[in-house]
């Protein structure tokens, strides 16, 4: 199936590129040395609680570039190959799906906004792991951006369906994702 190739010789690409672009140093400081005084620090404790949200949502647009090569940066998909993330069923709907398709991946075909895809993605709760944070961010992100508007993704749920889901080994299927609540 030519479908199931292309997705997977991009994610050799975007993992690659994911191995070599990682954190990079914020500093040469020693490790335990104390700041200057006049050093600028990264996060600001007086910011207002209601910053937190804003923080997750610039979060999940950074985590949302492991999502680019193949959903775009509009989240539109490229036809025929990636499905689109904007107005998709899967992602603004029960929020145990689009946790549980980051978590495991996803084979064989399955239906988006009425056109059917028969591709792979891999899963991002192993390997190259993202982390319950990540995940609760990225999908914040992308459930309130290209025109969708779905509800914030807490890590409690994300945790949830880990655990709920942890042995699970192989892909999710369109049938898995649909039993779930
Ligand atoms: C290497 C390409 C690739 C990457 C990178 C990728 N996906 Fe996917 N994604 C796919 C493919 C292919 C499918 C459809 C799988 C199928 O047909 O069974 C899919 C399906 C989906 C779906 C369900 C269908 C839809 O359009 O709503 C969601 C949700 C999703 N991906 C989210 C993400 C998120 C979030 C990320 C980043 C963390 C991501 N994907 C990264 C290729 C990718």
Redesign the pocket.
């Given at each position: 199936m030519r479908s199931s190739i292309i997705?997977l010789t991009?994610?050799v690409g975007?993992l690659s590129l994911t191995a070599c672009g990682g954190d990079k140093p914020a500093d040469t400081a020693p490790a335990g040395s104390a700041p200057p005084a006049n050093a600028t620090t990264p996060t600001d404790s007086s910011a207002p609680v209601a910053a937190a949200g804003a923080a997750s949502m610039q979060k999940g647009q950074e985590?949302?570039g492991?999502?680019i090569?193949?959903?775009q940066q509009n989240g539109a998909?490229v036809p025929g190959?990636?499905?689109?993330?904007a107005g998709?069923e899967?992602?603004t709907g029960p929020v145990a799906r689009?946790i549980a398709?980051?978590l495991h991946g996803?084979?064989?075909?399955?239906t988006?906004k009425g056109t059917t895809?028969?591709?792979?993605?891999?899963a991002?709760g192993t390997g190259v792991a993202?982390t319950d944070e990540e995940i609760a961010a990225?999908?914040t992100y992308?459930r309130s951006s290209f025109g969708n508007s779905a509800s914030a993704v807490t890590v409690e749920e994300v945790a949830k369906v880990r655990a709920s889901t942890a042995g699970r080994s192989t892909p999710l299927t369109q049938k898995d994702l649909e039993a779930l609540p």
């Amino acid at each position: 199936m030519r479908s199931s190739i292309i997705p997977l010789t991009l994610l050799v690409g975007v993992l690659s590129l994911t191995a070599c672009g990682g954190d990079k140093p914020a500093d040469t400081a020693p490790a335990g040395s104390a700041p200057p005084a006049n050093a600028t620090t990264p996060t600001d404790s007086s910011a207002p609680v209601a910053a937190a949200g804003a923080a997750s949502m610039q979060k999940g647009q950074e985590v949302y570039g492991r999502c680019i090569a193949c959903h775009q940066q509009n989240g539109a998909g490229v036809p025929g190959a990636f499905p689109p993330l904007a107005g998709s069923e899967w992602i603004t709907g029960p929020v145990a799906r689009p946790i549980a398709i980051v978590l495991h991946g996803l084979q064989g075909e399955l239906t988006v906004k009425g056109t059917t895809y028969n591709g792979m993605m891999l899963a991002y709760g192993t390997g190259v792991a993202m982390t319950d944070e990540e995940i609760a961010a990225v999908l914040t992100y992308v459930r309130s951006s290209f025109g969708n508007s779905a509800s914030a993704v807490t890590v409690e749920e994300v945790a949830k369906v880990r655990a709920s889901t942890a042995g699970r080994s192989t892909p999710l299927t369109q049938k898995d994702l649909e039993a779930l609540p």
